[in-house]
């Protein structure tokens, strides 16, 4: 005696039944993992463009160090003039 899942897998009409709805998840995921790979292209250069901003960052806060540490600290306003007029 066979089970109603031999007996499904012997009819081609329902194996038809499952052609279609197989191609359309084929498909999905075809896309989603299109979208997957993108998307770690898209974090991969955040990646470096933020470790390259840190960097640079990090920089200009040990240039202001330095800058306060030799006394020119001072707050300078646009329409002052410069110390030797």
């Known amino acids: 005696m066979q089970s109603k899942k031999d007996t499904a897998s012997l009819d081609p009409q329902g ?3 499952y052609a279609a709805p197989m191609e359309q998840l084929e498909e999905k995921i075809a896309h989603l993992t299109r979208t997957v790979e993108e998307l770690s292209d898209v974090v991969a250069r955040q990646d470096t463009e933020i470790a390259l901003l840190t960097r640079r960052v990090q920089m200009l806060m040990e240039r ?3 800058r306060e540490k030799d006394g020119g600290g001072g707050i300078v306003v646009g329409d002052e003039r410069p110390p030797h007029y």
């Open 15 to 17: 194996a038809a039944a």
């Open 64 to 66: 202001e160090a330095g």
